[in-house]
Protein backbone atom coordinates (compact mmCIF):
# COMPACT_ATOMS: atom_id res chain seq x y z
CA UNK A 1 0.00 0.00 0.00
CA UNK A 2 1.45 3.20 -0.82
CA UNK A 3 1.47 6.32 1.57
CA UNK A 4 0.54 9.71 1.14
CA UNK A 5 3.01 11.51 -0.95
CA UNK A 6 4.19 8.49 -3.24
CA UNK A 7 4.95 9.53 -6.11
CA UNK A 8 2.74 8.17 -9.55
CA UNK A 9 4.11 7.74 -13.13
CA UNK A 10 1.52 8.26 -15.68
CA UNK A 11 2.30 7.41 -19.26
CA UNK A 12 0.52 9.84 -21.53
CA UNK A 13 -0.05 13.44 -21.26
CA UNK A 14 -3.89 14.05 -22.12
CA UNK A 15 -7.01 14.66 -20.15
CA UNK A 16 -7.65 11.15 -19.10
CA UNK A 17 -4.40 11.68 -17.26
CA UNK A 18 -4.91 14.87 -15.95
CA UNK A 19 -8.32 13.67 -14.34
CA UNK A 20 -6.14 10.98 -12.78
CA UNK A 21 -3.38 13.30 -11.70
CA UNK A 22 -6.58 15.50 -9.75
CA UNK A 23 -7.51 12.41 -8.31
CA UNK A 24 -4.39 11.29 -7.16
CA UNK A 25 -3.74 14.64 -5.14
CA UNK A 26 -6.92 14.33 -3.34
CA UNK A 27 -5.31 10.72 -2.21
CA UNK A 28 -2.24 12.81 -0.99
CA UNK A 29 -0.04 11.56 -4.27
CA UNK A 30 2.07 13.00 -6.19
CA UNK A 31 2.03 12.53 -10.11
CA UNK A 32 4.66 12.70 -12.65
CA UNK A 33 3.81 12.68 -16.33
CA UNK A 34 5.49 10.83 -19.00
CA UNK A 35 5.03 12.51 -22.59
CA UNK A 36 6.53 13.31 -25.89
CA UNK A 37 3.94 16.08 -26.42
CA UNK A 38 5.31 19.72 -24.85
CA UNK A 39 1.84 20.35 -24.82
CA UNK A 40 0.14 18.50 -21.93
CA UNK A 41 -2.90 19.17 -20.36
CA UNK A 42 -2.17 16.35 -17.42
CA UNK A 43 1.37 18.28 -16.88
CA UNK A 44 -0.59 21.41 -15.57
CA UNK A 45 -1.78 19.87 -13.05
CA UNK A 46 0.81 16.80 -12.13
CA UNK A 47 4.08 17.48 -9.24
CA UNK A 48 6.72 16.70 -12.21
CA UNK A 49 7.13 16.70 -16.07
CA UNK A 50 9.56 14.45 -18.63
CA UNK A 51 8.79 15.03 -21.65
CA UNK A 52 10.79 12.50 -24.23
CA UNK A 53 10.13 10.26 -26.69
CA UNK A 54 8.93 7.03 -25.97
CA UNK A 55 11.38 5.22 -27.33
CA UNK A 56 14.18 6.97 -25.39
CA UNK A 57 15.22 4.13 -22.70
CA UNK A 58 17.50 6.48 -21.06
CA UNK A 59 14.50 9.41 -20.44
CA UNK A 60 11.93 6.33 -19.41
CA UNK A 61 14.00 4.70 -16.66
CA UNK A 62 15.76 8.02 -15.30
CA UNK A 63 11.52 8.71 -15.03
CA UNK A 64 10.89 5.34 -13.39
CA UNK A 65 13.04 6.04 -10.80
CA UNK A 66 11.75 8.92 -9.49
CA UNK A 67 7.91 6.65 -9.32
CA UNK A 68 6.59 4.30 -6.65
CA UNK A 69 3.82 2.53 -9.14
CA UNK A 70 3.94 3.50 -12.60
CA UNK A 71 0.06 3.29 -15.02
CA UNK A 72 -0.91 4.77 -18.31
CA UNK A 73 -3.78 7.08 -19.77
CA UNK A 74 -4.19 5.68 -23.00
CA UNK A 75 -3.54 2.25 -24.53
CA UNK A 76 -1.17 3.47 -27.70
CA UNK A 77 1.86 3.76 -25.46
CA UNK A 78 4.31 1.46 -27.27
CA UNK A 79 5.23 -1.85 -25.36
CA UNK A 80 8.41 -2.17 -26.54
CA UNK A 81 10.30 0.76 -24.54
CA UNK A 82 8.49 -0.34 -21.55
CA UNK A 83 10.74 -3.93 -21.21
CA UNK A 84 13.23 -1.23 -19.85
CA UNK A 85 10.89 -0.85 -16.61
CA UNK A 86 10.44 -2.85 -13.58
CA UNK A 87 7.57 -5.11 -14.49
CA UNK A 88 6.76 -4.71 -11.07
CA UNK A 89 5.83 -1.22 -11.37
CA UNK A 90 3.44 -1.85 -14.14
CA UNK A 91 -0.25 -1.56 -13.22
CA UNK A 92 -1.80 -2.41 -15.26
CA UNK A 93 1.07 -4.74 -16.59
CA UNK A 94 1.85 -4.73 -20.35
CA UNK A 95 -0.31 -7.74 -21.50
CA UNK A 96 -3.17 -5.81 -21.47
CA UNK A 97 -1.74 -2.96 -23.60
CA UNK A 98 -0.61 -5.79 -26.16
CA UNK A 99 -4.02 -7.15 -26.83
CA UNK A 100 -5.56 -3.76 -26.95
CA UNK A 101 -3.00 -2.47 -29.23
CA UNK A 102 -3.97 -5.13 -32.41
CA UNK A 103 -7.77 -5.05 -32.94
CA UNK A 104 -7.57 -8.86 -34.37
CA UNK A 105 -5.75 -10.13 -30.92
CA UNK A 106 -8.23 -8.21 -28.99
CA UNK A 107 -10.92 -10.13 -30.81
CA UNK A 108 -9.46 -13.85 -30.56
CA UNK A 109 -8.51 -12.78 -27.43
CA UNK A 110 -12.10 -11.98 -26.62
CA UNK A 111 -13.08 -15.23 -27.90
CA UNK A 112 -10.91 -16.92 -26.04
CA UNK A 113 -12.61 -16.05 -22.84
CA UNK A 114 -15.86 -16.94 -23.81
CA UNK A 115 -17.15 -13.70 -25.76
CA UNK A 116 -18.61 -13.14 -28.67
CA UNK A 117 -17.20 -9.66 -31.17
CA UNK A 118 -18.46 -9.46 -34.78
CA UNK A 119 -17.76 -11.60 -37.24
CA UNK A 120 -14.26 -10.40 -38.82
CA UNK A 121 -11.64 -11.48 -40.97
CA UNK A 122 -7.69 -10.33 -40.16
CA UNK A 123 -6.33 -8.58 -43.88
CA UNK A 124 -2.59 -8.77 -44.35
CA UNK A 125 -2.48 -7.84 -47.99
CA UNK A 126 -4.23 -5.66 -50.46
CA UNK A 127 -5.00 -9.03 -52.02
CA UNK A 128 -6.89 -10.68 -49.22
CA UNK A 129 -9.61 -7.90 -48.65
CA UNK A 130 -12.16 -9.21 -51.72
CA UNK A 131 -11.95 -12.48 -50.13
CA UNK A 132 -13.05 -11.17 -46.90
CA UNK A 133 -15.87 -8.75 -48.08
CA UNK A 134 -17.43 -11.98 -49.99
CA UNK A 135 -16.98 -14.44 -46.98
CA UNK A 136 -18.37 -11.64 -44.57
CA UNK A 137 -20.67 -9.51 -46.99
CA UNK A 138 -22.03 -5.91 -46.81
CA UNK A 139 -21.74 -3.33 -45.46
CA UNK A 140 -18.71 -3.78 -43.16
CA UNK A 141 -15.76 -1.89 -41.55
CA UNK A 142 -12.38 -1.98 -42.83
CA UNK A 143 -10.19 -1.26 -39.54
CA UNK A 144 -6.69 -0.70 -39.08
CA UNK A 145 -5.19 -3.08 -36.67
CA UNK A 146 -3.13 -0.83 -35.07
CA UNK A 147 -3.71 2.67 -33.54
CA UNK A 148 -7.16 4.03 -34.24
CA UNK A 149 -9.73 5.31 -31.86
CA UNK A 150 -12.15 8.27 -32.24
CA UNK A 151 -13.59 6.77 -36.04
CA UNK A 152 -10.09 7.40 -37.19
CA UNK A 153 -8.71 4.50 -38.97
CA UNK A 154 -11.84 2.61 -39.87
CA UNK A 155 -13.92 3.53 -43.07
CA UNK A 156 -17.40 1.81 -44.37
CA UNK A 157 -17.52 -0.34 -47.05
CA UNK A 158 -21.04 -0.37 -48.14
CA UNK A 159 -20.95 -2.17 -51.48
CA UNK A 160 -17.61 -4.36 -52.45
CA UNK A 161 -16.84 -1.59 -54.93
CA UNK A 162 -15.88 0.57 -52.29
CA UNK A 163 -13.23 -1.42 -51.27
CA UNK A 164 -11.81 -0.77 -54.78
CA UNK A 165 -8.03 0.01 -54.83
CA UNK A 166 -7.66 -0.01 -51.18
CA UNK A 167 -3.72 -0.52 -49.40
CA UNK A 168 -3.65 -2.12 -46.86
CA UNK A 169 -0.82 -1.18 -44.32
CA UNK A 170 2.03 -2.80 -43.21
CA UNK A 171 0.50 -3.54 -39.85
CA UNK A 172 -2.39 -5.22 -41.59
CA UNK A 173 -6.51 -4.21 -41.13
CA UNK A 174 -9.40 -6.07 -39.85
CA UNK A 175 -12.67 -7.03 -41.85
CA UNK A 176 -15.98 -6.32 -39.50
CA UNK A 177 -19.36 -7.17 -40.39
CA UNK A 178 -22.14 -4.76 -39.82
CA UNK A 179 -23.97 -5.24 -36.22
CA UNK A 180 -27.68 -5.08 -36.11
CA UNK A 181 -27.90 -3.27 -33.12
CA UNK A 182 -30.51 -2.13 -30.43
CA UNK A 183 -27.75 0.81 -28.48
CA UNK A 184 -24.32 0.78 -27.14
CA UNK A 185 -23.36 0.13 -23.59
CA UNK A 186 -19.91 -0.15 -21.59
CA UNK A 187 -18.91 -2.43 -18.86
CA UNK A 188 -16.87 -0.54 -16.51
CA UNK A 189 -14.77 -2.28 -13.56
CA UNK A 190 -12.05 -1.93 -11.21
CA UNK A 191 -9.83 -4.62 -10.33
CA UNK A 192 -7.86 -4.30 -7.20
CA UNK A 193 -4.24 -5.77 -6.52
CA UNK A 194 -6.29 -8.42 -4.00
CA UNK A 195 -8.60 -9.43 -7.10
CA UNK A 196 -11.67 -8.05 -5.80
CA UNK A 197 -13.95 -6.83 -8.61
CA UNK A 198 -16.26 -3.77 -8.53
CA UNK A 199 -18.55 -2.60 -11.31
CA UNK A 200 -20.27 0.81 -12.14
CA UNK A 201 -23.92 0.53 -13.40
CA UNK A 202 -23.60 0.66 -17.62
CA UNK A 203 -24.41 3.68 -19.26
CA UNK A 204 -26.13 4.20 -22.92
CA UNK A 205 -23.85 5.46 -24.84
CA UNK A 206 -24.38 7.50 -28.24
CA UNK A 207 -21.98 8.03 -30.88
CA UNK A 208 -21.32 10.89 -33.61
CA UNK A 209 -19.09 10.03 -36.40
CA UNK A 210 -17.64 7.42 -34.25
CA UNK A 211 -16.60 9.56 -31.65
CA UNK A 212 -19.44 9.44 -27.71
CA UNK A 213 -21.49 12.08 -28.05
CA UNK A 214 -23.54 11.18 -24.65
CA UNK A 215 -23.68 8.43 -21.65
CA UNK A 216 -26.99 8.13 -19.78
CA UNK A 217 -28.36 6.52 -16.96
CA UNK A 218 -30.83 4.85 -16.90
CA UNK A 219 -29.86 3.13 -19.86
CA UNK A 220 -32.60 0.57 -22.03
CA UNK A 221 -34.37 -1.98 -21.03
CA UNK A 222 -32.46 -4.26 -22.93
CA UNK A 223 -28.71 -3.37 -21.44
CA UNK A 224 -30.17 -4.09 -17.87
CA UNK A 225 -31.22 -7.60 -19.04
CA UNK A 226 -27.46 -8.25 -21.02
CA UNK A 227 -25.61 -6.46 -18.65
CA UNK A 228 -24.58 -9.54 -15.99
CA UNK A 229 -23.75 -11.71 -19.45
CA UNK A 230 -21.61 -9.05 -20.44
CA UNK A 231 -20.09 -8.08 -16.55
CA UNK A 232 -19.15 -11.92 -16.09
CA UNK A 233 -17.05 -11.69 -19.33
CA UNK A 234 -15.41 -8.88 -18.68
CA UNK A 235 -14.68 -9.98 -15.44
CA UNK A 236 -12.82 -13.46 -17.08
CA UNK A 237 -10.81 -10.98 -18.92
CA UNK A 238 -9.71 -8.79 -16.53
CA UNK A 239 -8.83 -12.31 -14.26
CA UNK A 240 -7.31 -13.74 -17.58
CA UNK A 241 -5.26 -10.46 -17.77
CA UNK A 242 -3.96 -10.38 -13.67
CA UNK A 243 -5.55 -6.61 -14.75
CA UNK A 244 -4.76 -4.01 -11.95
CA UNK A 245 -6.55 -0.74 -12.31
CA UNK A 246 -9.88 0.38 -14.65
CA UNK A 247 -10.90 -1.49 -17.64
CA UNK A 248 -13.33 -1.18 -19.95
CA UNK A 249 -15.60 -3.15 -22.03
CA UNK A 250 -17.96 -1.71 -24.87
CA UNK A 251 -20.43 -3.73 -26.42
CA UNK A 252 -23.46 -3.77 -28.74
CA UNK A 253 -26.76 -5.28 -26.82
CA UNK A 254 -28.05 -7.03 -29.46
CA UNK A 255 -31.62 -9.67 -30.32
CA UNK A 256 -29.20 -12.53 -29.51
CA UNK A 257 -27.22 -10.98 -26.22
CA UNK A 258 -24.44 -8.35 -25.84
CA UNK A 259 -21.54 -8.50 -28.84
CA UNK A 260 -18.15 -7.17 -27.69
CA UNK A 261 -16.99 -4.23 -30.03
CA UNK A 262 -14.00 -3.11 -28.42
CA UNK A 263 -11.87 -2.74 -25.26
CA UNK A 264 -9.82 -0.05 -23.19
CA UNK A 265 -7.52 -0.62 -20.90
CA UNK A 266 -7.66 2.24 -18.87
CA UNK A 267 -10.30 4.86 -17.49
CA UNK A 268 -12.67 5.77 -20.28
CA UNK A 269 -14.85 8.82 -21.90
CA UNK A 270 -18.27 6.71 -20.88
CA UNK A 271 -17.02 6.44 -17.54
CA UNK A 272 -16.86 10.69 -16.72
CA UNK A 273 -20.08 10.57 -15.48
CA UNK A 274 -19.03 8.83 -12.35
CA UNK A 275 -17.46 11.59 -11.09
CA UNK A 276 -20.43 13.32 -10.06
CA UNK A 277 -22.85 10.32 -10.56
CA UNK A 278 -21.27 7.63 -8.37
CA UNK A 279 -19.76 7.05 -4.71
CA UNK A 280 -16.83 6.97 -6.30
CA UNK A 281 -15.80 7.96 -9.81
CA UNK A 282 -13.53 5.65 -12.27
CA UNK A 283 -10.29 8.18 -11.27
CA UNK A 284 -10.19 7.53 -7.33
CA UNK A 285 -10.78 3.97 -8.17
CA UNK A 286 -8.06 3.38 -10.45
CA UNK A 287 -5.93 5.52 -8.06
CA UNK A 288 -6.76 3.24 -5.39
CA UNK A 289 -6.20 -0.06 -7.02
CA UNK A 290 -2.60 0.75 -8.33
CA UNK A 291 -2.00 2.21 -5.11
CA UNK A 292 -2.95 -0.81 -3.53
CA UNK A 293 -5.67 1.07 -1.57
CA UNK A 294 -9.25 -0.83 -0.67
CA UNK A 295 -11.58 0.28 -3.51
CA UNK A 296 -14.52 2.31 -3.12
CA UNK A 297 -18.26 2.17 -3.84
CA UNK A 298 -19.11 2.39 -7.02
CA UNK A 299 -23.34 2.93 -6.40
CA UNK A 300 -24.63 5.10 -8.66
CA UNK A 301 -25.60 8.66 -6.13
CA UNK A 302 -29.09 8.98 -9.12
CA UNK A 303 -31.58 7.01 -11.10
CA UNK A 304 -30.89 9.53 -14.09
CA UNK A 305 -27.63 10.89 -14.91
CA UNK A 306 -26.18 12.37 -18.18
CA UNK A 307 -22.59 13.01 -19.41
CA UNK A 308 -22.29 15.39 -22.37
CA UNK A 309 -19.19 15.72 -24.37
CA UNK A 310 -17.92 19.12 -25.06
CA UNK A 311 -16.22 18.88 -28.97
CA UNK A 312 -14.37 21.09 -30.68
CA UNK A 313 -15.92 24.92 -30.27
CA UNK A 314 -18.49 23.46 -28.04
CA UNK A 315 -16.71 23.90 -24.80
CA UNK A 316 -16.10 28.06 -25.75
CA UNK A 317 -19.43 28.75 -24.04
CA UNK A 318 -18.44 28.05 -20.46
CA UNK A 319 -21.09 30.57 -19.38
CA UNK A 320 -23.96 29.72 -21.17
CA UNK A 321 -23.47 25.96 -19.97
CA UNK A 322 -22.95 27.30 -16.31
CA UNK A 323 -26.12 29.04 -16.95
CA UNK A 324 -28.04 25.95 -16.17
CA UNK A 325 -26.89 25.53 -12.30
CA UNK A 326 -27.05 22.04 -12.11
CA UNK A 327 -24.59 21.23 -14.76
CA UNK A 328 -21.15 20.07 -13.61
CA UNK A 329 -18.84 21.60 -16.33
CA UNK A 330 -15.06 19.86 -17.23
CA UNK A 331 -12.38 21.86 -19.44
CA UNK A 332 -9.51 20.18 -20.37
CA UNK A 333 -7.46 23.24 -20.68
CA UNK A 334 -6.67 22.60 -24.38
CA UNK A 335 -6.25 25.52 -26.03
CA UNK A 336 -7.09 24.51 -29.79
CA UNK A 337 -11.06 23.94 -30.20
CA UNK A 338 -10.61 21.85 -33.44
CA UNK A 339 -13.07 20.18 -35.26
CA UNK A 340 -13.22 16.33 -33.75
CA UNK A 341 -11.66 17.15 -30.63
CA UNK A 342 -13.18 16.79 -27.08
CA UNK A 343 -12.20 19.62 -25.38
CA UNK A 344 -13.89 18.17 -22.19
CA UNK A 345 -17.82 17.26 -20.75
CA UNK A 346 -20.67 18.35 -19.00
CA UNK A 347 -22.33 15.52 -16.45
CA UNK A 348 -25.74 16.73 -15.33
CA UNK A 349 -27.70 14.86 -12.09
CA UNK A 350 -30.91 13.95 -11.87
Known amino acids: MLKPGATIGILGGGQLGRMLAMAAAQLGYRCHIYAPEADSVAAEVAHSF?????????ALIAFARGCDVITYE???????????????????????????QDRVREKRFIQEQGGRPAD???????????????????PGILKTRRDGYDGKGQWVVRRSEDAAGARIPESGCVYEAFVSFECEFSVILVRGRDGEVRFWDSAHNTHGEGILARSALPAPAIVGEQVEQARAMAKRVADALGYVGVLTLEFFATKQGPVFNEMAPRVHNSGHWTIEGATTC?????????????????????????????????????????????????????AEAREGRKMGHITRIG
Open 50 to 58: TCAPWHDSE
Open 74 to 100: FENVPVAPLAALPADMLAPGTRALEVA
Open 120 to 138: FAAIDHDSELAGAIDRIGV
Open 282 to 334: QFENHIRAICGLPLGATDSVSDTVTMTNLIGGDALDLGGHLSDDRNHVHLYGK
